[in-house]
Structures are given as structure tokens and as C-alpha cells.
């Protein structure tokens, strides 16, 4: 019998990624489709690396809302 392997989670989903910004998550949709930082579409929900969310911060840049 195969051993059972454990994976961590890899990149959030798009909820924890809204819970750490503090914002609505159809606001993280919209970042994401705008590019503010890479997420990857994986079955109907996204994840999100959160060293690209900490960059995204760092960088302090603020974009103008539509």
C-alpha cells in the first residue's frame, strides 16, 4: 500500500487572501484580473502566493480605482 503523503497548502484561496488584506473578496478578484499580482485559477477557485501578496504591499504603489 502506497504511504500517504502530506502536502502543505500551497498559495491561499481568494477568501484568506481578502481576511489578511482586510477587504471584500470580489476586491481580490478584481486585483487579480487586473494584474496587481499572479494567481492561478484552480478548479472554480483561485490561489493566490502570498510572497507575491507581501511584494504587492511592499512596493506601496497605489493604483487609481475605476
Same mark, same amino acid.
Given at each position: 500500500?502506497? *504511504?500517504?503523503? *502530506?502536502?502543505?497548502?500551497?498559495?491561499?484561496?481568494? *477568501? !484568506?487572501?481578502?481576511?489578511?488584506?482586510?477587504?471584500?473578496?470580489?476586491?481580490?478578484?478584481?486585483?487579480?484580473?487586473?494584474?496587481?499580482?499572479?494567481?492561478?485559477?484552480?478548479?472554480?477557485?483561485?490561489?493566490?502566493?502570498?510572497?507575491?501578496?507581501?511584494?504587492?504591499?511592499?512596493?506601496?504603489? !497605489?493604483?487609481?480605482? *475605476?
Amino acid at each position: 500500500m502506497a *504511504e500517504r503523503i *502530506e502536502w502543505p497548502p500551497i498559495g491561499m484561496t481568494l *477568501e !484568506e487572501t481578502a481576511t489578511a488584506l482586510r477587504v471584500n473578496p470580489r476586491t481580490v478578484q478584481d486585483m487579480i484580473l487586473r494584474g496587481d499580482f499572479p494567481a492561478r485559477k484552480v478548479g472554480v477557485g483561485w490561489r493566490i502566493d502570498p510572497d507575491a501578496v507581501k511584494a504587492w504591499l511592499a512596493c506601496g504603489v !497605489e493604483r487609481d480605482s *475605476e
